[in-house]
């Protein structure tokens, strides 16, 4: 993994990603809270995926993210 810094300005959701974050549970608001931890470190993961590490309420995230277009990620 390598570190790669990434602008979120939007994240793409669907039924599966929401519900896969609710298995976690976290909503999609937490989610996009958590991705505006001033501490966040970004890494570049498996098949060019990014990965966001970020804290939210004392808990530690990671979030894989596929890039979709400029700013907008999966």
């Known amino acids: 993994m390598s570190i790669n810094k990434i602008a979120i300005k939007k994240l793409v959701w669907d039924d599966k990603n929401r519900e896969h974050v609710k298995k976690h549970g976290l909503t999609d608001k937490e989610v996009l809270d958590a991705i505006e ?32 277009s400029e700013g907008s990620y999966y």
């Open 37 to 68: 931890d001033k501490d966040k470190v970004f890494l570049t993961g498996h098949s060019g995926r990014d990965v966001v590490l970020c804290k939210y309420a004392n808990r530690m995230l990671s979030l894989v993210l596929a890039k979709e």
